[in-house]
């Protein structure tokens, strides 16, 4: 959405600064498809006392139909992928709404997954993701008659969870079907498969080695929160082949201890490939995200990091905290004195043949001075 949009600059405009009215302005940008980033730069610009989640609250109480609760349910986890949290009784509160203008369970499963709740083991939390995860099925197979027979009891244990994938997945031949797996995963507890490894990871595997156009995308709903252990996540690492982007992916949202060390050892193992590939910003976007700048200076992914710093601020986007002062103070305070001065030539335009690591040392070492 252009953020200049004339009805809601001019509802913006008209508030006057009152708090109700920016944030019913902002709301109304917001359902338009106002990204996480840009609605939270407005609201600074603005002055506003309010956080992004509130002024998605308000889009809540002004919803009047179901159109409005399921337009707020696809902002919400869109903006949950761009790293914005939502209080527990936030998430409540638009699912109770959800319920209450009828929007089917089914479209509520992706709003569920966000909720801290659902790892429960047991309880009334995992019996309506059983719920919702029955009727998930129902919708997207019409056609079979062990989902049409299939009940929540079935799959509040893990046997139960475990047939209904063995006997579903292989039918799995659409893309809203793949993605109905991908968000019941999600949700689902940690539940062991075979070989020890969860049902999670057996679907990630799968959509690593998978060849589908739509795998990272459901890797993505898939990790949207951890739901992989460590081990699982090692030996997904490990058997990376050539899917190795989105086995970095994998390894950048199961967020376990030891991620740090998979990722550089898959840059370092696949480097040719790292050369070749075209790294995608959101990939590097996470790295940076998950504080792993340093981390990443010598591996070959670091002239792609680098290059989406200076495109950062050269090219007209979004504004990011990752600007070429944030890069050369991080270089600097890890003692990184040749990458950071030769960061600082590359924003003054000294010629390449001058890029040398001296002339990148005495450069930085001038700054300092300064």
Same mark, same amino acid.
Request: glycine share 6%; proline share 4%; net charge negative.
């Given at each position: 959405?252009?953020?200049?949009? *004339?009805?809601?600059?001019?509802?913006?405009?008209?508030?006057?600064?009152?708090?109700?009215?920016?944030?019913?302005?902002?709301?109304?940008?917001?359902? @338009? /498809?106002?990204? /996480?980033?840009?609605?939270?730069?407005?609201?600074?610009?603005?002055?506003?006392?309010?956080?992004?989640?509130?002024? $998605?609250?308000?889009?809540?109480?002004?919803?009047?139909?179901?159109?409005?609760?399921?337009?707020?349910?696809?902002?919400?986890?869109?903006?949950?992928?761009?790293? +914005?949290?939502?209080?527990?009784?936030?998430?409540?509160?638009?699912? %109770?709404?959800?319920?209450?203008?009828?929007?089917?369970?089914? *479209? &509520?499963?992706?709003?569920?997954?966000?909720?801290?709740?659902?790892?429960?083991?047991?309880?009334?939390?995992?019996?309506?993701?059983?719920?919702?995860?029955?009727?998930?099925?129902?919708?997207?197979?019409?056609? #079979?008659?062990?989902?049409?027979?299939?009940?929540?009891?079935?799959?509040?244990?893990?046997?139960?969870?475990?047939?209904?994938?063995?006997?579903? @997945?292989?039918?799995?031949?659409?893309?809203?079907?793949?993605?109905?797996?991908?968000?019941?995963?999600?949700?689902?507890?940690?539940?062991? /498969?075979?070989?020890?490894? !969860?049902l999670q990871c057996e679907y990630a595997r799968e959509l690593l080695v998978s060849r589908a156009p739509d795998a990272l995308l459901l890797l993505k709903l898939l990790l949207r929160r951890p739901v992989l252990n460590d081990q699982e996540v090692k030996w997904l690492a490990e058997n990376a082949s050539e899917a190795f982007i989105n086995t970095i992916w994998v390894v950048l949202l199961s967020r376990c201890d030891c991620s740090e060390e998979l990722l550089r050892n898959l840059?370092?193992?696949? *480097?040719?490939?790292?050369?070749?590939?075209?790294?995608?910003?959101?990939?590097?976007? %996470?790295?940076?995200?998950?504080?792993?700048? +340093?981390?990443?200076? !010598?591996?070959?992914?670091?002239? #792609? +990091?680098?290059?989406?710093?200076?495109?950062?601020?050269?090219? %007209?986007?979004?504004? #990011?905290?990752?600007?070429?002062?944030?890069?050369?103070?991080?270089?600097?305070?890890?003692?990184?004195?040749?990458? @950071?001065?030769?960061?600082?030539?590359?924003?003054? /335009?000294?010629?390449?043949?001058?890029?040398?690591?001296?002339? #990148?040392?005495?450069?930085?070492?001038?700054? $300092? *001075? &300064?």
């Open positions: 959405m252009d953020v200049t949009n *004339k009805v809601y600059r001019r509802s913006l405009e008209s508030s006057r600064g009152c708090a109700e009215g920016v944030e019913r302005a902002l709301a109304g940008a917001a359902r @338009a /498809g106002l990204r /996480g980033a840009a609605l939270a730069s407005l609201l600074q610009c603005v002055g506003a006392r309010a956080d992004v989640p509130r002024v $998605l609250r308000r889009a809540l109480v002004d919803a009047a139909h179901a159109d409005d609760v399921q337009v707020l349910v696809t902002r919400i986890i869109q903006y949950h992928k761009e790293g +914005i949290k939502f209080p527990e009784e936030f998430l409540e509160e638009v699912m %109770e709404k959800a319920t209450e203008y009828g929007l089917p369970p089914h *479209k &509520q499963l992706g709003l569920l997954s966000l909720s801290q709740r659902t790892r429960v083991q047991d309880g009334d939390d995992l019996l309506k993701v059983a719920q919702f995860t029955v009727d998930l099925f129902k919708t997207e197979w019409p056609e #079979s008659e062990y989902a049409q027979q299939l009940t929540e009891t079935q799959l509040v244990s893990a046997a139960g969870r475990a047939a209904a994938l063995r006997a579903l @997945a292989p039918a799995a031949d659409t893309r809203a079907r793949r993605k109905a797996l991908a968000d019941a995963l999600a949700c689902w507890p940690h539940t062991l /498969g075979s070989e020890g490894r !969860s840059l370092l193992e696949h *480097k040719d490939l790292v050369q070749k590939e075209e790294i995608e910003e959101d990939l590097i976007k %996470e790295i940076l995200d998950q504080g792993m700048f +340093i981390k990443m200076v !010598s591996t070959p992914l670091y002239s #792609s +990091i680098v290059n989406y710093i200076l495109n950062s601020e050269t090219l %007209e986007r979004e504004p #990011s905290p990752y600007t070429i002062k944030w890069a050369t103070t991080e270089l600097t305070k890890a003692n990184y004195l040749a990458e @950071a001065g030769h960061l600082q030539l590359l924003t003054v /335009g000294i010629p390449t043949a001058l890029h040398g690591f001296s002339q #990148s040392v005495l450069y930085c070492k001038n700054m $300092l *001075k &300064q």
